[in-house]
């Protein structure tokens, strides 16, 4: 397992998809495309709407990659709201809002672990040969 921290900015968005992209070629994983687009995501996410510093913590098994990102932020009703019932469609015309429609859709397991005062972390796991 292996940590990364940023702070909530845009160019932090690019740095952590090459970090997990190199973490899970360290790890072996043949191909990481999909793990890294989840992430690019996960964490614009958190730069846009938690506005802390936050991790990105990569973790490869035999079997699965897991990735979470973990911010300071409390967890607002609507993103529970949205990790319990994710969108079944995204407007392909609305300019945002697809983010967790493409995590939901395609994770194998994704969710949401709320840390209280010390905020959340948002995770998705993803079968080895699919990350």
Known sequence: MVTYTYVAEATSVRAA???VADALQAAHVESSGMA???TSELVSNAVEHAGTDFDVVVAVDDQVVRV???DGA???EALRDLIA???VNA???APRGRGLFMVGSTAVRFGLIDKGEDGK???FELHREDA
Do not use: G, K, T
């Open 121 to 123: 972390a948002v995770w």
């Open 68 to 70: 979470e990102i973990h």
């Open 85 to 87: 019932s994710p969108p």
């Open 91 to 93: 407007d392909p015309s």
């Open 74 to 76: 409390a967890v607002s």
């Open 36 to 38: 890294v687009l989840l």
């Open 17 to 19: 998809r090459q970090q």
